[in-house]
């Protein structure tokens, strides 16, 4: 019986960290599905299959898009982002 419960507490212990984990990665309110952000400063959409560049913040500055399937930028789509690193 005490190794059933042993097994139990682990279990809620590991969901509990894995849930806590994937908030931190989701902080900003504004981040796409396919993205981790830290917050709204901060896109990483690395290895995403993204076809076409998600919806950012107007304080985006760092946006990570390598590794993706995104084969044409539409003009004035990241005019919004002033002070964006490249």
């Avoid at 509990?16 to 504004?30: L, V, Y």
């Avoid at 981790?36 to 076409?52: K, S, V, Y």
């Avoid at 760092?62 to 990241?78: A, C, Y």
Wanted: one cysteine or more; charged letters at 15%.
């Amino acid at each position: 019986m005490n190794f059933l419960r042993y097994i139990i507490n682990l279990y809620i212990i590991f969901k509990c960290i894995s849930t806590a984990f994937g908030q931190i990665n989701k902080i900003s309110p504004t981040c796409p599905a396919a993205c981790n952000c830290l917050d709204e400063t901060l896109m990483h959409c690395q290895h995403a299959d993204l076809i076409r560049i998600p919806p950012t913040s107007t304080k985006t500055l760092t946006l990570d898009l390598r590794f993706n399937k995104i084969e044409i930028i539409p003009e004035g789509v990241l005019n919004h982002l002033h002070k964006l690193n490249i």
